[in-house]
């Protein structure tokens, strides 16, 4: 069977309810790439398999190539990236791409729409030594910025004005994880690791005197830190630490350990059926944290019962954290932290994935025997998807869809 016959093939398949939306997406994780021309073969599903959208590596390609490339590319994904783009390869580019952004100390071409790239929680520090550190530093936060995460900027604060670095000691304590960009003799990131209780990703720069070895010296420094919490990537390589920032970031929402269940009496409705169903009659905060502010609240039918669907969406696309306060069937409340977000058609969607299994058969709170992921899928209308499945294994435990009652808080 061809591609499309094959796609067509399991498309009709969920139509009929014989292959679930989970598995049908656990298929399409490995769909076949598309080919440009005889030099290229586009891995269009790498996203869905890693997190991120394969990125065009500059050098080495012909500015027409690269064309070709974007445009295969931008068919299918929100944002194009190519890295290591000089000036002069640019000045072609924009003649045959419209639409296309330079980042000139970067050296990255961006091509799509910055509000329609997924935001993602977390802040991503980034640090340099020196400002000869910048182009390398910029790469790392451009990418990141492209992936969707927020990125805080600190130059110029090496170990020969160590007074520069702990004058910004806040910045430090408010990131997630730490990108630290060093060349010469490489010793900031060692520095910032034993200030620092995230992870420290430390990128060696061929900044240097002879004897640095166009970047090995610092390698071989950061690879040998006495302090704990460290991971080094090659030399030059921002692309590659604001990846592994990413990844981090994006497993550390899915392990997040979701609030606690708590039961509400006397919230909620009848229906013919017997079951409970809940509307919002009015918006409180969680009482978790009196920093978070309502967005936005509807009812278990999409209609708004407090705040402006435009305040969520402006928060989500300027990478505000996000917490829903689902209201269940059955006097229950789930309180848990939005991990991966995305906006289409003025509705905002967040997918979030936890290691504990429950259901809300009627008015019984039912956990699971055996230990299940839960991957729950809501969006600003109302609407969640839940899918369950054992640990460790693809069989499925369940799939159930609701409509529910949500509370949409940003900080």
Known sequence: MTQPEVLESLLEAVARGEVSIATALEKLKHFPFEPVEDFAKIDHHR?????????????????????????????????????????????QLKEQVPGLRYYPVARI????????????SGIISILTAGTADLPVAEEAAVTAELCGFQVQRLWDVGVAGIHRLLSHRQLIDQADVLIVVAGMEGALPSVVAGMADCPVIAVPTSVGYGASFGGVAPLLTMLNSRATGIGVVNIDNGF???????????????????????????????????????????????????????????????????????????????????????????????????????????????????????????????????????MMVASSQGDLDVTRWLVGKRKQRGHTCYKVAISWFVK
Request: hydrophobic residues 35%; aromatic residues 8%.
């Open 240 to 374: 590659g630490a604001a990846i592994l920032a990413g990844q981090i970031l994006r497993t550390a929402n899915k392990f997040q350990t979701p609030l606690p269940l708590q039961k509400k009496e006397g919230r909620g409705r009848r229906t013919a059926e017997g079951e409970e169903q809940h509307s919002l009659s009015s918006a409180q905060k969680p009482s978790y944290s009196s920093r978070w502010e309502l967005a936005y609240a509807h009812d278990e039918s999409g209609e708004k019962v407090a705040g402006e669907i435009t305040t969520l969406i402006d928060a989500v696309r300027q990478g505000a954290k996000v917490r829903l306060l689902i209201y269940f069937p059955g006097k229950y409340e789930y309180a848990i932290e939005a991990q991966n977000l995305w906006i289409k058609d003025d509705i905002v969607y967040t997918q979030n994935t936890t290691q504990v299994s429950v259901e809300f058969p009627g008015e019984v709170l039912a956990f699971q025997e055996d230990a299940c992921h839960s």
């Open 47 to 91: 996203q869905l398999r890693t997190g991120f959208p394969e990125v065009i590596w500059g050098p080495g390609k012909t500015p027409a190539q690269i064309v070709q490339i974007m445009a295969v590319m931008s068919d299918r994904s929100p944002a194009v990236m190519a890295t290591r783009i000089e000036p002069s390869v640019y000045e």
């Open 109 to 120: 071409c961006a091509l799509g729409n910055p509000e329609s790239i997924v935001r993602y």
